[in-house]
């Protein structure tokens, strides 16, 4: 699953927690979207670092110019 099915997936268990009757369910819908927001951080900071390399021989590049 790709970061935006995850953060779709995020969107569509928040909807489910709302309707849900039980706590005990809706401590399971928590938990759930605990663990993919974790994933979801995770991918984002893996998006950060590639950036930042990329921004760093960018500048490189241009410093050489």
Do not use: H, W, Y
């Not at 699953?1 to 969107?11: C, F, P, R, S, T």
């Not at 021989?57 to 241009?62: A, C, D, L, N, P």
């Amino acid at each position: 699953m790709n970061l935006e099915e995850k953060i779709a997936k995020l969107d569509e268990l928040a909807n489910k927690i709302e309707d849900e009757a039980t706590l005990e369910k809706s401590l399971e819908i928590f938990e759930q979207s605990i663990n993919l927001a974790s994933e979801c951080m995770t991918a984002l900071n893996d998006c950060k670092g590639k950036l930042v390399v990329l921004q760093e021989k960018v500048r490189k590049i241009t410093d050489e110019n």
